[in-house]
Nanobody, 127 residues
Framework: VHLVESGGGSVESGGSLRLSCAAS????????MTWVRQAPGKEREGIAC????????HYADSVKGRFTISRDNAKNTLYLQMNSLNPEDMATYYC?????????????????????WGQGTRVTVFS
């Protein structure tokens, strides 16, 4: 099983980045997928999830209206479009495959729900 994130980097405040997560070795199209981030010295934060068929998405309040999660099951790839980035968004971003549905409570039960994790990609936002 592999989840490989890419697309991180340094961006000026107000800018945009698009993260990708390439999946292999498991039935990607059958899993709810999430993006999770962790800033230095802070708790891990689930920020977005998407159902297996893309019909349902949920976002943390901290990113709602700025970030968009999407997936292409034909390409086994998950995406996160991040707009209006600010220094509070600076973190390492991880994708994870989880068991169960994408719902507003998923971010509170990530430890129990997560099945596979990527190695992360770092996002730096400078003002």
């Amino acid at each position: 099983v592999h989840l490989v994130e890419s697309g991180g980097g340094s961006v000026e405040s107000g800018g945009s980045l698009r993260l990708s997560c390439a999946a292999s070795g498991f039935a990607f199209g059958g899993y709810t997928m999430t993006w999770v981030r962790q800033a230095p010295g802070k708790e891990r934060e689930g920020i977005a999830c998407i159902s297996a068929n893309s019909g349902v998405t949920h976002y943390a309040d901290s990113v709602k209206g700025r970030f968009t999660i999407s997936r292409d099951n034909a390409k086994n790839t998950l995406y996160l479009q991040m707009n209006s980035l600010n220094p509070e968004d600076m973190a390492t971003y991880y994708c994870a495959a989880v068991t169960g549905a994408c719902w507003y409570g998923l971010f509170d039960i990530l430890d129990a729900s997560s099945r596979y994790w990527g190695q992360g990609t770092r996002v730096t936002v400078f003002s």
